[in-house]
C-alpha cells in the first residue's frame, strides 16, 4: 500500500545519510578527497543503495549542519576532522603494543579498533601492527575482566580475593598465595598496571600487578576504608606515589642523600623528575636529595652503582654494603 511505498522510501535516505558519513570516514582525507559519482558508486556497492548524484551534495550539507567538519572543492568532498588525528593512533597504538600487561592477542585486537577510527590509508603507515607476538607481554587473558571486577568493588565499597602468581623455570605462572584485599586504586607504572589495596591479612598498602592475579572473585564484605588506613587518613596522596618510585613499593617514602658523577644528573631527574635537590660539589660531583621508598632505591642504586653512592639513611647503605660484598664474592675469580 501507500504507507508501505512511502516507508520504504524514506527508509533508505535516513541509511544514505548515515552511509555518506562513513563512505567519508572510510575513503577519504585531505589527501583523498573522494567526487561525488564515485560515492554514489560506493554506495552501491558496499550497502546497496541507489540514490541520485545531487543527492550527495544534500546529504554532505546535511552532515556539516550536524557539526561534521567536510570540506568540498572541484577535486572532491573529505573529512577534515577526526575523533582522533592520525599522530593520536599512532601514539594510542605504541602505547598498547608497549603495554605489558595486555596479551598480543588482546593487543591485536585493540590495535585493530583504533585503526578503525582512521581512514584505510591510515593502515598502511602503521608499523609493527601484526608483530606482537614479538613483544614481551603477559599471557595472562584476564587483566581485562580484573578490571572490571575491581571497578565493580571499588565503586560498591566491597573486598576481592584473588590468586597471586609468579613465574617458574618452566616461564608459566603458578600461584603463589591467595590474597583477600580491600581496592582502591588501579594504577600505570613503567608499561605495568597495578593495583593498591589493603592486605587484609598483612594490615597494610600492597601494589599487586594485575597481569599477575587470576581467579578473581568479587565478595560480599565490605572493603576497609581507606581513611582509616596508617598515612592514608586524608586519601590517596598523589605525589607519594611518584615517592615510592621508581619501582612500586609500599614502605614509607624517606629523605635519601647521594653523591652522583655529572653524567648521570639526567638519568636521575628523568627517573625522580624536578621535585629534588641538586648540588654541585667541589670535585665536580653532585649531591642529589629527594624523598623515595627506601626498598625501590636499593634497587636503583644498585643499578647506577658506578655512578652512585648513598650516603644516608644508614640502612640504605649497609644494605648496598652488602650487596656490594655479596656481588664481589660471585665475581672475585
Known amino acids: 500500500n501507500k504507507g508501505d511505498m512511502e516507508m520504504e522510501g524514506f527508509e533508505p535516505k535516513k541509511l544514505a545519510l548515515i552511509r555518506v ?19 554514489v558508486d560506493l554506495l552501491e556497492s558496499e550497502y546497496g543503495l541507489t540514490i541520485e548524484r545531487k543527492a550527495i551534495g544534500r546529504n554532505i550539507s546535511l552532515l556539516n549542519e550536524a557539526g561534521y567538519d567536510i570540506e568540498t572543492t572541484k577535486k572532491g568532498s573529505y573529512l577534515a576532522e577526526r575523533t582522533f588525528e592520525d599522530s593520536e ?49 603477559t599471557e595472562n587473558v584476564a587483566v581485562f575482566y580484573n578490571i572490571e571486577i575491581i571497578d565493580e568493588a571499588i565503586e560498591t565499597d566491597k573486598q576481592i580475593k584473588f590468586d597471586y602468581n609468579k613465574y617458574g623455570a618452566d616461564k608459566k605462572m603458578h600461584r603463589s598465595a591467595i590474597h583477600t584485599v580491600s581496592p582502591y586504586q588501579m594504577i600505570l607504572h613503567n608499561q605495568r598496571y597495578y593495583l ?15 597481569d599477575r592475579i587470576t581467579d578473581i572473585e568479587l565478595l560480599d564484605t565490605i572493603r576497609t576504608p581507606l581513611q582509616s588506613v596508617k598515612g592514608f587518613e586524608y586519601g590517596i596522596d598523589y605525589k607519594r ?18 653523591i652522583a658523577d655529572g653524567w648521570a644528573i639526567d638519568q636521575i631527574v628523568d627517573w625522580f ?23 625501590a632505591m636499593e634497587y636503583w642504586a644498585m643499578q647506577y652503582m658506578n655512578a652512585v653512592e648513598v650516603l644516608s639513611p644508614l640502612e640504605l647503605r649497609e644494605r648496598l654494603k652488602k650487596n656490594v660484598k655479596a656481588a664481589n664474592e660471585k665475581y672475585k675469580d
Not at 590509508?121 to 614479538?134: A, C, E, M, R, T
Not at 611518584?242 to 647521594?258: I, K, N, R
Not at 623528575?273 to 626498598?295: M, P
Open 241 to 258: 606515589f611518584s615517592q615510592s618510585m621508581p619501582y612500586m613499593f609500599f614502605d614509607e617514602p624517606q629523605t635519601v642523600e647521594f
Open 273 to 295: 623528575g624536578k621535585d629534588i635537590r641538586i648540588e654541585e660539589r667541589q670535585d665536580g660531583r653532585f649531591l642529589v636529595s629527594l624523598r623515595a621508598s627506601v626498598n
Open 196 to 210: 593498591m589495596g589493603y592486605n587484609e591479612k598483612w594490615q597494610h598498602i600492597q601494589y599487586y600487578r594485575m
Open 21 to 39: 558519513l562513513q563512505i567519508l570516514e572510510k575513503h577519504s582525507d585531505c589527501e583523498h578527497p573522494i567526487k561525488h559519482d564515485k560515492i
Open 89 to 137: 593512533l599512532k601514539l594510542l597504538i605504541d602505547g598498547v603494543l608497549s603495554s605489558k600487561h595486555i596479551t598480543p592477542k588482546q593487543s591485536k585486537e585493540l590495535i585493530e579498533k583504533l585503526c578503525g577510527q582512521a581512514n584505510k590509508y591510515f593502515k598502511k603507515h602503521v608499523k609493527n601492527i601484526y608483530s606482537v607476538q614479538d613483544w614481551n607481554k
